[in-house]
């Protein structure tokens, strides 16, 4: 859904002390061309995403591909604006609400 052909979970720049602590949840690996991507998950209007994200290009790949990923519902004009602004852009994807029927009866 995101042009990636590995992800790992990854540190956040920031540590969290407890499983209540908000913020992205990053992963790091390669898209289907063998790039290095860095990508950060959030949902809501987040606007500490672009920062966070941002940061964990830094901590984990600088040179990497940066890509924030979101709802598509939470695809926010003001988000796209704060990652267009960084020195290295990042791609905002927004996902469709289907993305988590993944066939399993629960």
Same mark, same amino acid.
């Given at each position: ?20 602590? /908000? ?45 924030? /990923? ?15 602004r960084l020195s290295a852009p990042a791609e905002i994807v927004g ?12």
């Amino acid at each position: 859904m995101i042009d990636a052909d590995h992800l790992e979970a990854a540190e956040p720049p920031i540590p969290r002390d407890s499983v209540k602590d /908000v913020g992205a949840s990053i992963a790091v690996g390669t898209d289907r061309s063998g790039r290095s991507i860095v990508v950060a998950c959030s949902v809501g209007i987040d606007l500490d995403v672009v920062p966070t994200a941002a940061d964990a290009r830094l901590l984990h790949d600088p040179d990497a591909r940066l890509m924030i /990923v979101v709802p598509e519902r939470d695809d926010h004009p003001a988000t796209r604006r704060l990652a267009a602004r960084l020195s290295a852009p990042a791609e905002i994807v927004g996902v469709p609400g289907e993305w988590r029927d993944d066939g399993v009866d629960r």
